[in-house]
Nanobody
Framework: QVQLVESGGGLVQAGGSLRLSCAAS????????MGWFRQGPGKEREFVAA????????VYADSVKGRFTISRDNAKNSVYLQMDSLKPEDTAVYYC??????????????????WGQGTQVTVSS
């Protein structure tokens, strides 16, 4: 059972930056597709970004494209989400997720097998 632990959330002013981290408990992480999702107050959990096992392929939601960057370091069993030019509408609990079944980044939350507990990101105006 892979465990995922997010960190790096917090309170930031609009226009600021945060970097989220997600650490995996197993070395098999290096073969997993990883994704970031978020859930705002009263909203469904939505896709943010995903990355292939090698890091060579990434996908982003239109709402974050050009502002957020997903990356990974397989030697550290970690995936990251660099968030720049943050907006109040980015306020949400951010979750990382992993799947060992696919080779390309996936956007469908139902296809991920493992989830972290989430980290709160609050962007003030």
């Amino acid at each position: 059972q892979v465990q995922l632990v997010e960190s790096g959330g917090g309170l930031v002013q609009a226009g600021g930056s945060l970097r989220l981290s997600c650490a995996a408990s197993e070395r098999t992480f290096s073969s997993y597709v990883m994704g970031w999702f978020r859930q705002g107050p009263g909203k469904e959990r939505e896709f943010v970004a995903a990355i292939s096992w090698s890091g060579g392929s990434t996908v982003y939601a239109d709402s974050v494209k050009g502002r957020f960057t997903i990356s990974r370091d397989n030697a550290k069993n970690s995936v990251y989400l660099q968030m720049d030019s943050l907006k109040p509408e980015d306020t949400a609990v951010y979750y990382c997720a992993g799947s060992g079944k696919y080779h390309v980044p996936i956007t469908d939350r139902g296809r991920y097998d493992y989830w972290g507990q989430g980290t709160q990101v609050t962007v003030s105006s």
